[in-house]
């Protein structure tokens, strides 16, 4: 899963990215509103978070560009701006969430886990698949009640194609939502850690959850096992 970061004050910035790394997501951060607007409108990302007061271009310019591009992006806003009328503003330009600073970063993360189910229809951290479960708060997987032992990569791409369970993902959308270069997904990595998944996952002797679709991708469903 990746979020986009722009935020000026490095600090602010340095702990939020951390955060969200920590709590498994990836994270391109910047700290100028042209290199933001650049990155938002040339990636995909499952949530951005911006700050209104940026140099270059404000948050509120770089917003309403997205919207008016139909770019639906969950985007939360995070201003020391903290009057009603301003927060009415940035949620009518299109924001998703506004958060006030200074906030508690548990805070924020629990509004990008919201935002991110939103996103994909989910209306529980817990995905179940199946007989597979991913508990995306403890970044913990099982299957058949047998706990998954992954890696950070591994639970990264199972868990973008669980949140689209039943779509055909492409070896370049999980490239792009997985790595943190954007350039090193490519296929064959792809390919290789798909195939370490389906190891883990299938080594009780399960059906396979992970169905390759030649010349397209994946796809991760209860109904292909």
Same mark, same amino acid.
């Not at 992006?73 to 330009?93: F, K």
């Given at each position: 899963? @990746?979020?986009?970061?722009?935020? #000026?004050?490095? =600090?602010?910035?340095?702990?939020?990215?951390?955060? &969200?790394?920590?709590?498994?997501?990836?994270?391109?951060?910047?700290?100028?509103?042209?290199?933001?607007?650049?990155? $938002?409108?040339?990636?995909?990302?499952?949530?951005?978070?911006?700050?209104?007061?940026? =140099?270059?271009? #404000?948050?509120?310019?770089?917003?309403?560009? &997205?919207?008016?591009?139909?770019?639906?992006? =969950?985007?939360?806003?995070?201003?020391?701006?903290?009057?009603?009328?301003?927060?009415?503003?940035?949620?009518? $330009?299109?924001?998703?969430?506004?958060?006030?600073?200074?906030?508690?970063?548990?805070?924020?993360?629990?509004?990008? @886990?919201?935002?991110? /189910?939103? @996103?994909?229809?989910?209306?529980?951290?817990?995905?179940?698949?199946?007989?597979?479960?991913? #508990?995306?708060?403890?970044?913990?997987?099982?299957?058949?009640?047998?706990?998954? *032992?992954?890696?950070?990569?591994?639970?990264?791409?199972?868990?973008?194609?669980?949140?689209?369970?039943?779509?055909?993902? *492409?070896? $370049?959308?999980?490239?792009?939502?997985?790595?943190?270069?954007? #350039? *090193?997904?490519? *296929?064959?990595?792809?390919?290789?850690?798909?195939?370490?998944? /389906?190891?883990?996952?299938?080594?009780?002797?399960? =059906?396979?959850?992970?169905?390759?679709? @030649?010349?397209?991708?994946?796809?991760?469903?209860?109904?292909?096992?």
């Amino acid at each position: 899963m @990746r979020c986009l970061l722009v935020e #000026d004050y490095l =600090p602010l910035r340095e702990s939020i990215r951390e955060c &969200l790394r920590e709590a498994g997501y990836v994270v391109d951060d910047y700290g100028s509103g042209d290199e933001g607007q650049w990155s $938002a409108e040339n990636h995909e990302y499952e949530v951005i978070i911006l700050d209104i007061m940026l =140099p270059e271009v #404000d948050g509120l310019t770089i917003l309403r560009s &997205l919207r008016k591009q139909h770019d639906k992006t =969950p985007v939360i806003l995070i201003s020391a701006r903290d009057a009603v009328e301003q927060r009415v503003d940035g949620l009518d $330009a299109g924001a998703d969430d506004y958060l006030v600073k200074p906030f508690e970063l548990i805070e924020l993360l629990a509004r990008v @886990r919201a935002l991110t /189910r939103r @996103r994909y229809d989910r209306e529980s951290p817990t995905i179940r698949i199946g007989d597979l479960i991913i #508990d995306s708060l403890r970044k913990r997987a099982f299957r058949a009640e047998r706990e998954i *032992s992954l890696t950070r990569l591994e639970y990264r791409i199972l868990a973008y194609l669980a949140h689209r369970e039943g779509q055909v993902v *492409s070896r $370049a959308e999980i490239g792009e939502h997985v790595y943190q270069d954007h #350039d *090193s997904g490519n *296929s064959n990595k792809v390919d290789v850690y798909i195939s370490y998944l /389906r190891r883990k996952l299938n080594a009780g002797g399960e =059906p396979d959850l992970i169905q390759t679709i @030649r010349g397209l991708g994946y796809v991760i469903s209860a109904e292909t096992a």
